[in-house]
């Protein structure tokens, strides 16, 4: 399991968690270029005055950084310096920083150490959390990678003071998700406390991370490599997510956006399927219309667009399975499952347009 503190500060911390692990003190530590500029001088202050030597990488902030091109020009640093197997790396960023620096340690020399410094919200309850690492490849998203756990997770929720509102919001659909997928009354805590965690207060925002980063853990840790179909329900509303992602060219509305849409259709075919009743329905689909999604986006890549298109677009998601989508969907509120049996096209479009009259 890794070691995981959620506190502020907490890079004070990392000395002891090194010692407490037997792991040298030699490390790799990746920032992208915005990450870089808001923390590696205290974060290296903190290095150097615990005793740790360190190389810093320094890569692009976008999502194409996540490529076979950067990681092998990390890899020529990483030689160049002379980082061998008693080396690890520390990923501090959002989740570009952390799947690729991950991807880099699970395969640099055959396997080093990863510790994750989780600095966008998305990161601190999903992306860090779980052991996935992966690059993109021009044919898909995350298709190439690895499962390699961070040893050590450090989360700061203080470094999301200078996160733009948006990236916020986006880490919150997956904080959302969370409640929905397996803990009720943690829905309950988000409807009270929803404009104190999103203005990042205490205790609720450090609350809402601690809740998130337990429920992803015990989802992972029941089915780590995906066999079981137990961590399929991480990917409630994602099928929908994918088709508004790609209807959007991945480029628009952010992954949490899309996931917010997706949520509200997969609530809307929880219920068309009989699963959970329309008040339910509509308490998911409340809380879902206080994240201020940009109506713009919504009336382009969702309004706009015929179901038959969006489940058009659907069916590259990868987690479809002898050529249908199997969705991930509600028994109840806090009770996801994955529903194996294939479900009729007309099911699906009636859901979409329920959903669609919710956000008109
Ligand atoms: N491995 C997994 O299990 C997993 C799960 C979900 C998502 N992901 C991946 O995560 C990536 C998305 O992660 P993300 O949403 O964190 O995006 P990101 O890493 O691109 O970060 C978003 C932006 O915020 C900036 N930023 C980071 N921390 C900041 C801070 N504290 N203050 C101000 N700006 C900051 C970044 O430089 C970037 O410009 C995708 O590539 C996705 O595939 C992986
Ligand atoms: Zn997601």
Same mark, same amino acid.
């Given at each position: 399991m890794s070691e995981i503190i959620? @506190?502020?500060? /907490?890079?004070?911390?990392?000395?002891?968690?090194?010692n407490k692990l037997g792991q040298g003190k030699k490390v790799a530590v990746f920032y992208d270029t915005h990450t870089a500029k808001l923390f590696e001088k205290d974060i290296s202050q903190e290095l150097n005055k615990q005793g740790f030597h360190f190389i810093t990488i320094v890569i692009e902030a976008k999502e194409s950084s996540k490529s076979f091109e950067t990681a092998f020009k990390v890899y020529g640093d990483m030689i160049q310096a002379n980082v061998d197997r008693s080396w690890s790396v520390i990923a501090v960023g959002g989740g570009v920083v952390g799947? &690729?620096? *991950?991807? %880099?340690?699970?395969?640099?020399?055959?396997?080093?150490?990863? %510790?994750?410094?989780?600095?966008? =919200? =998305?990161?601190?309850?999903?992306?860090?959390? *779980?052991?996935? %690492? /992966?690059i993109n490849h021009p044919l898909g998203k995350n298709m190439i990678g690895f499962f390699h756990k961070p040893i050590i997770i450090i989360i700061d929720p203080a470094y999301l003071k200078s996160l733009p509102k948006r990236e916020i919001? *986006?880490? &919150?659909?997956? %904080?959302?998700?969370?409640? =929905?997928?397996?803990?009720?009354?943690?829905?309950? #805590? =988000? @409807?009270? #406390?929803f404009d104190e965690i999103v203005a990042l207060k205490s205790p609720y925002i450090e609350e809402a991370i601690a809740r998130s980063v337990d429920a992803k853990v015990k989802v992972v840790n029941d089915d780590y490599k995906e066999q079981s179909g137990i961590r399929a329900i991480l990917n409630f509303g994602h099928t929908f997510a994918h088709a508004f992602e790609k209807l959007s060219n991945f480029e628009d509305m952010r992954h949490g956006e899309a996931v917010l849409l997706g949520m509200s259709c997969a609530s809307c075919l929880s219920e068309t399927l009989g699963n959970i009743s329309s008040e339910t329905t509509s308490r998911i689909n409340d809380i879902i219309l206080r994240f201020n999604i940009d109506p713009a986006l919504i009336q382009t890549y969702f309004l706009n667009?015929?179901?038959? /298109?969006?489940?058009?677009?659907?069916k590259s998601d990868k987690k479809k399975a002898d050529g249908y989508n199997r969705f991930t969907l509600l028994e109840d509120v806090g009770r996801a499952y994955l529903h194996y049996e294939r479900i009729d096209e007309e099911d699906i479009t009636d859901a979409i347009e329920q959903a669609k009259a919710v956000f008109r």
């Open positions: 959620i @506190e502020t500060p /907490a890079i004070e911390q990392i000395g002891i968690l090194y799947d &690729l620096a *991950g991807f %880099v340690a699970a395969s640099f020399m055959r396997g080093i150490p990863i %510790v994750q410094i989780p600095t966008t =919200l =998305l990161a601190m309850t999903d992306s860090s959390i *779980g052991g996935k %690492v /992966a919001y *986006g880490g &919150l659909a997956e %904080v959302l998700k969370y409640a =929905l997928i397996i803990d009720e009354e943690f829905l309950d #805590y =988000l @409807e009270d #406390y667009v015929e179901p038959a /298109a969006i489940i058009e677009n659907m």
